[in-house]
């Protein structure tokens, strides 16, 4: 038998309470953006990976460089995986970016790495996507509350054996860039930037909703890297998620991923954020 809570007399009052913000965030370190700007105008290209629809490619990023993932023939959302091109063990932290920040992330915002360094990786230096705010529906671009889609989930509600999930293209493209097998890639691999899907929580239920991205080609995403990265970026087999994000039959795009050098010189004394200041003693002295 269900029993259905009876309201308090006082529930209107309590419900009025004004909120509190968790981490208020002006002592966040500011990105120097005006610095990073100027030494991306002579910065040259040096590389670039297309990921191919339903898939996933990794690619490496030197700490002061950048990279800009762009949607090149149609709209396409990716998920993307960043770690420390030196230590797995330090990578993108979604949860606490996501307190940090908020749901979405934009331009003068960053990654942040998982404890115990706690440190940016990533700097969000352009975002073609900014207007875009938040609509009507609450929802909004770059999300960092869904998890990434994947096979485990999918056969949990529908029994499915699909292998062209967000999840399981950035296991394999992890696997065979550090030719690791399967098993001992797939624990690596963690909760994404979901770069150009638009999405919110429904205002009566509270539940995740994704709708169709406003990315068209042209339109990208670029970062500064804080420290040296190994990225791995999936394009979703949802296409631009307006229906689905586990599919066969979804329009799907390529995405383009190039990486860019700064003059030598152009960022000044610039260095990489050091590893997050806690002394590690959790009250054992």
Known sequence: MT??????????AR?????VICY???????????LYRQA???AVKTGEVLVQP??????????????RITSVEGPQVGDLNLWNGADLSERFYSGKTRALHGTHITAGERMWTSFPHLRPMATITEDTLGWYGIDPYGGSVHDVIGT?????TGNLL???QYHHCCHSNLTRALAGHLGLPLAEAEPHVHDVLNVFMCTGFTRDTGQYFMKASPVRPGDFLEFFAEIGLLGALSACPGGDCSAEHSSDT??????LVEIFAPAKGALGDWKSPPRNGYDRSHGIG
């Open 15 to 19: 419900r009025a309470v004004k909120p």
């Open 3 to 12: 029993i259905s809570p009876e309201a308090p007399a006082d529930a209107d």
């Open 24 to 34: 208020p965030n002006d002592t966040l370190p500011v990105p120097n953006l005006p």
């Open 40 to 42: 991306r105008q002579a």
């Open 158 to 160: 529908a029994g499915s």
């Open 148 to 152: 990434r889609c994947d096979p485990y």
């Open 54 to 67: 339903r898939d996933a490619a990794c690619f490496e990023v030197p700490a002061g460089h950048f990279f």
């Open 250 to 255: 979804a329009a799907c795009h390529p995405l």
